[in-house]
């Protein structure tokens, strides 16, 4: 049997029930909405202040202001800070560079006259007639100048793209022409050795500096020509990508372990194998640099014994430019 009050309806103590428990449901949502609203507008101004202060560090103008002690607000004022520390050490590291820049140039300038002048005196000392054991000095003489001069000359040279004194610009060009300039360059010093070179015409175009591009290449050919026994071969082969041009670069000599493949592109580094050979070990150090700075790059490979192979990828027009956006973005 069910119960009834007398003057009172179930269904209507359920209605008003429902009623009510749908007016609280109504009330929490529009309660939940509105905190929901609040908190994202509040993220949303911090997020938005975050932003400007980052927009004002990369333009060079940002200033701290002034905080509440909320824990968002805290994070703020931290933010500031870090900003401002960063502010300071890159305008201490364009003080450096300035620095830097100023002693290469004391460098080039002070040292360019003297091995200019060693040079200039031994070669007329061996234009004279001299007793053998001074012929001998003169000539060891003319030799370390010519060591001395190639070696500051490096070092200036990786200083300054280091630095960014000297601008690594590509342009769009042939690839033969590259080629040809840095074969120009080093052909007499491979009849010296009696090593041939073979180039196979290279078809297309990419983008490099035509004078700093062409010296990377004569580098790998240097090293080619120097660690290659005399009456070996050296091939130039080419291909072209979609996104890169290579240029493969192999010769027969020594071959470069694979531990230290990852090496020989570090400054001054000199394989314990050609010791005696004369080298600073900025060759390849140069190379990967002026590469780098195109937007290229360089990789080898090698065993011991079987010669090596460097290949050099040059970018097209499509990957220099994703490579200009993402520097400048980083700059």
């Given at each position: 049997?069910v119960?009834?009050?007398?003057?009172?309806?179930?269904?209507?103590?359920?209605?008003?029930?429902?009623?009510?428990?749908?007016?609280?449901?109504?009330?929490?949502t529009?309660l939940?909405?509105?905190v929901?609203?609040?908190?994202?507008?509040?993220?949303?101004?911090?997020?938005?202040?975050?932003?400007?202060?980052?927009?004002?560090?990369?333009?060079?103008?940002?200033?701290?202001?002034?905080?509440?002690?909320?824990?968002?607000?805290?994070?703020?004022?931290?933010?500031?800070?870090?900003?401002?520390?960063?502010?300071?050490?890159?305008?201490?590291?364009?003080?450096?560079?300035?620095?830097i820049?100023?002693?290469?140039?004391?460098?080039?300038?002070?040292?360019?006259?003297?091995?200019?002048?060693?040079?200039?005196?031994?070669?007329?000392?061996?234009?004279?007639?001299?007793?053998?054991?001074?012929a001998?000095?003169?000539?060891?003489?003319?030799?370390?100048?010519?060591?001395?001069?190639?070696?500051i000359?490096?070092?200036?040279?990786?200083?300054?793209?280091?630095?960014?004194?000297?601008?690594?610009?590509?342009?769009?060009?042939?690839?033969?022409?590259?080629?040809?300039?840095?074969l120009?360059?080093?052909?007499?010093?491979?009849?010296?050795?009696?090593?041939?070179?073979?180039?196979?015409?290279?078809?297309?175009r990419?983008?490099?500096?035509?004078?700093?591009?062409a010296?990377?290449?004569?580098?790998?050919?240097?090293?080619?020509?120097?660690?290659?026994?005399?009456?070996?071969?050296i091939?130039?082969?080419?291909?072209?990508?979609?996104?890169?041009?290579?240029i493969?670069?192999?010769?027969?000599?020594?071959?470069?372990?694979?531990?230290?493949?990852?090496?020989?592109?570090?400054?001054?580094?000199?394989?314990?194998?050609?010791?005696?050979?004369?080298?600073?070990?900025?060759?390849?150090?140069?190379?990967?640099?002026?590469?780098?700075?195109?937007?290229?790059?360089?990789?080898?490979?090698?065993?011991?014994?079987?010669?090596?192979?460097?290949?050099?990828?040059?970018?097209?027009?499509?990957?220099?430019?994703?490579?200009?956006?993402?520097?400048?973005?980083?700059?």
């Open positions: 049997m119960s009834v009050t007398p003057g009172r309806c179930p269904d209507m103590d359920m209605w008003i029930w429902a009623v009510g428990a749908a007016a609280v449901a109504v009330t929490v529009v939940a909405a509105g929901i609203f609040w908190q994202r507008r509040k993220t949303r101004r911090i997020m938005d202040s975050l932003n400007t202060m980052l927009d004002r560090a990369i333009e060079g103008s940002f200033t701290e202001t002034a905080f509440d002690e909320s824990l968002l607000s805290a994070t703020e004022a931290k933010m500031a800070r870090f900003l401002g520390v960063c502010q300071v050490s890159s305008q201490s590291l364009a003080a450096e560079k300035d620095k820049k100023g002693l290469i140039a004391d460098i080039s300038h002070q040292t360019k006259t003297p091995i200019a002048n060693l040079l200039l005196y031994s070669q007329l000392l061996e234009e004279h007639k001299l007793p053998e054991e001074g001998l000095c003169v000539k060891a003489l003319s030799a370390q100048a010519q060591k001395l001069d190639f070696l000359g490096a070092l200036v040279k990786a200083s300054r793209l280091e630095t960014g004194i000297i601008a690594v610009t590509p342009r769009q060009g042939e690839v033969q022409a590259l080629i040809e300039a840095a120009a360059s080093i052909r007499l010093k491979a009849e010296e050795k009696g090593i041939r070179i073979e180039a196979e015409k290279a078809a297309g990419a983008y490099y500096d035509p004078k700093w591009t010296e990377a290449l004569y580098n790998i050919l240097d090293n080619g020509v120097k660690y290659s026994p005399p009456q070996s071969l091939r130039i082969r080419t291909i072209s990508y979609e996104l890169f041009y290579r493969d670069i192999s010769d027969e000599g020594m071959g470069i372990t694979e531990a230290e493949q990852s090496q020989i592109f570090a400054r001054f580094y000199r394989s314990p194998a050609v010791s005696r050979q004369e080298g600073v070990g900025l060759g390849l150090f140069l190379t990967r640099e002026i590469l780098a700075a195109g937007g290229g790059y360089i990789k080898v490979s090698s065993k011991p014994g079987q010669g090596a192979v460097f290949s050099v990828f040059l970018p097209t027009e499509k990957t220099l430019k994703s490579y200009k956006t993402v520097r400048s973005e980083k700059e």
